[in-house]
């Protein structure tokens, strides 16, 4: 069965510093999506960034950037000068006909 | 484009009583997703459908909780009777298709006393 892991429970970084955010999964499938979604307290779930694992060009959206690798089942997310406003819990998910979730890293911005 | 909308916001009720909760996804998303989300853990499936069709609802405890997406665009989910342990917050998201990013409204947090 497909699972997701996010080990870091919770995470801080000073304002404009970067930060990473992990993620592995356990797949056997070799086409698959994998996103970040971030959360915020208004509690409405938006994406971030979305990989498909066919591509093995990293995908970016502005600030935020994922390291995906494929082999080591690794999809982590890195956010460069960070922002009040990226303040959120984390969440990593993996698809393929059924989207797995990870448990979330509340990520905190310090000033 | 309007997003997913979800109403109410919030709703308090005893046990006992049934509640139920709207949602209104994004026009011509034929995918329609309902997720429990418990204080600091990720969504859990509810229910999924695929346009009419409630193709995965294993998750939906059915002695309790209903669904139901008339022609394919809202989607109502009641809970009845609803118990202390349900006290949550509902999500609903739809996607174009299965496979594409999901788009969430702004949930539902039930509390039951």
């Known amino acids: 069965a497909q699972t997701v892991t996010q080990s870091q429970p919770e995470m801080s970084v000073q304002e404009a510093e970067t930060v990473t955010l992990s993620c592995t999964y356990d797949?056997?499938?070799?086409?698959?999506?994998l996103f970040w979604y971030k959360q915020p307290p208004s509690r409405q779930m938006i994406l971030v960034i979305r990989?498909?694992?066919?591509k093995q060009q990293n995908a970016t959206e502005n600030r935020f950037s994922v390291n995906f690798q494929k082999a080591a089942k690794s999809f982590s997310l890195k956010i460069s000068d960070s922002q009040l406003g990226d303040a959120a819990m984390y969440f990593c998910?993996?698809?393929?006909?059924?989207?797995?979730w990870g448990a979330g890293t509340k990520l905190i911005i310090k000033p | 484009e309007a997003g997913v909308v979800q109403s109410p916001r919030y709703k308090i009720i005893e046990k006992k009583q049934p509640v139920a909760f709207w949602c209104n996804p994004i026009?011509?998303?034929?995918?329609l997703y309902w997720y429990r989300q418990n204080l600091g853990q990720g969504p859990e499936l509810l229910i999924r459908y695929e346009n009419e069709e409630a193709v995965d609802d294993s998750q939906l405890p059915k002695d309790r909780f209903s669904a139901e997406r008339l022609k394919g665009v809202d989607s109502t989910l009641k809970i009845q009777p609803a118990e202390l342990g349900d006290s949550a917050v509902y999500l609903c998201?739809?996607?174009?298709?299965?496979?594409?990013?999901?788009?969430f409204g702004n949930g539902t947090r039930l509390t039951v006393t």
């Open positions: 797949t056997s499938e070799s086409d698959y999506y």
């Open positions: 026009s011509g998303h034929n995918t």
């Open positions: 990989q498909e694992a066919y």
């Open positions: 998201a739809s996607s174009y298709r299965y496979n594409s990013p999901l788009h």
């Open positions: 998910a993996y698809s393929n006909y059924q989207l797995i």
